[in-house]
């Protein structure tokens, strides 16, 4: 019996994302992930408390999701978010550094399904952003016990650790509500993002 051929399978996965996403969402999906990697190095804060990166993370997640607006969006941002930093940044996780950064896409893309597409509604926003920050919370502590890791996160204490990253997951989230306010306000929101409909997709 002949082996299946697999050679067509990576086109058609990029036949369907091309479907589902317009070219502007897809830029968009890159350009929020790469934002999210630089984050790390570019805006990280001076201060050693727990969780402090969910200030930029949740703000970028909930501007990306809420303008494409669309079921996958969020996970297409914390896989292409963790493809990323598993390229550029892996630190002592490696391969499973990406797990930190797709927990928040998926999370982000429930709570925007389950509010209706409201994260521009600075309570949804919020919501988000306490959720997604403890995602990744999770996701990091569940790495680092199964790699062994120390993490500084149950050193310091998981309670203390998850309060600090409601409060700057709920910063983060209210931020990004709010910038997806102000762009709606401008005309850059959803429809803009799309695109002229059957001019700005890629051709199959």
């Known amino acids: 019996m002949n ?3 697999m050679r067509g399978e990576p086109q058609v996965a990029v ?7 317009t070219t502007r969402e897809a830029v968009l999906v890159a350009l929020v992930s ?3 990697i630089m984050s790390k190095v570019v805006f990280k804060m001076p201060i050693h408390v727990p969780g402090h990166s969910g200030v ?4 970028l997640y909930v501007v990306g999701r809420g303008l494409i607006r669309k079921p996958g969006a969020g ?3 914390g896989i292409v978010s963790g493809i990323l930093a598993t390229a550029f940044n892996p630190g002592s996780m490696g391969l499973l550094v990406g797990v930190k950064y797709l927990a928040p896409g998926i999370v982000l893309d429930a709570v925007a399904i389950a509010s209706r597409e409201r994260l521009d509604d600075p309570v949804v926003g919020v919501i988000a952003g306490v959720l997604g920050n403890l995602a990744k919370l999770s996701a990091g502590v569940i790495v680092a016990v199964l790699l062994g890791l120390p993490a500084g996160f ?4 998981l309670a203390y650790s998850a309060v600090t990253h409601v409060v700057f997951g709920a910063i983060g989230g209210w931020l990004g509500s709010v910038v997806l306010s102000r762009l ?3 005309g850059i929101g959803r429809d803009w993002v799309k695109g002229p409909v059957g001019k700005n997709r890629s051709p199959e």
């Open 34 to 36: 790469a934002l999210v």
């Open 56 to 59: 930029i993370w949740m703000a």
């Open 75 to 77: 996970l297409m941002i």
């Open 184 to 186: 709606d306000r401008h």
């Open 15 to 21: 036949a369907a994302y091309r479907r589902w996403f």
């Open 3 to 5: 082996a299946p051929d």
């Open 154 to 157: 149950i050193v310091v204490g």
